[in-house]
């Protein structure tokens, strides 16, 4: 089925550890972000891809890095994980220069640093 | 930059009884308004979504929102609740570039048999 996929489902590290989160869409999407969603805070975005070779900062980027690998994957790093970072994550697509706005979401990564 | 505002933490209504969620927004060009649903577990879904034209727009699973501009507000109604509407929704702002859509915090609703 068409969609956004998100690796893993659930991930604990410990404080310093370093992970990659990954993000894949079929949807032939130009632009893809990375959220991420705390108790009553909703969703906040840390880094965004308008484009395929572009990348630009959201709201909370500090301590996270992306990589747009190609038009399909948008991957998000934690080089040194804290545990202010414990959140669930979610990966978005869009194509706004069809007209159509809407986001398509991942069904979220769930990370714990402890 | 664009905000969003939803002043109710969490909701409760009885089943079959009708539901409005408030959404107030802060944006200084015409803004790009969305709501999502969100299950348990699971990412956000579209329900609707709001550009130009008429304020009342239609969305999935029988929801509405109506778009006021004198109030910055778009909320959504649903005439009768079923118990599977138990989620959390989310109103959303974006500007016309689509790269940095701005989300409330959420509303909780309990749906009571």
């Known amino acids: 089925n068409a969609g956004v996929t998100q690796t893993p489902k659930f991930q604990v590290l410990k404080t310093g550890q370093s992970m990659t989160l990954q993000c894949a869409q079929d949807m032939n999407h130009n632009s893809m972000y990375w959220y991420r969603q705390d108790p009553g805070m909703g969703l906040r975005l840390i880094y965004y891809s308008a484009s395929e070779g572009t990348t630009d900062k959201g709201e909370v980027p500090n301590g996270y890095n992306v990589s747009r690998l190609n038009k399909r994957e948008f991957s998000l790093r934690l080089e040194s994980a804290a545990p202010s970072q414990t959140s669930v994550y979610f990966c978005?697509?869009?194509?706004?220069?069809?007209?159509?706005?809407?986001?398509?979401f991942g069904s979220g990564t769930r990370l714990t640093v402890v | 930059a664009q905000s969003v505002t939803q002043p109710d933490i969490h909701i409760t209504v009885s089943e079959g009884a009708s539901l409005e969620l408030r959404c107030n927004y802060s944006y200084g060009a015409t803004p790009y308004l969305f709501w999502y649903v969100q299950s348990p577990g699971q990412g956000l879904q579209l329900l609707l979504k709001y550009f130009s034209g008429d304020t009342l727009v239609q969305g999935i699973k029988g929801f509405e929102a109506e778009f006021k501009r004198s109030q910055s507000s778009f909320n959504l109604r649903k005439p009768s609740v079923h118990w599977s509407d138990a989620a959390e929704y989310f109103c959303?702002?974006?500007?016309?570039?689509?790269?940095?859509?701005?989300f409330g915090a959420g509303t909780r609703l309990t749906v009571k048999p």
């Open positions: 959303a702002v974006g500007a016309g570039n689509n790269n940095d859509m701005r």
């Open positions: 978005a697509s869009s194509e706004y220069l069809s007209g159509d706005y809407g986001y398509t």
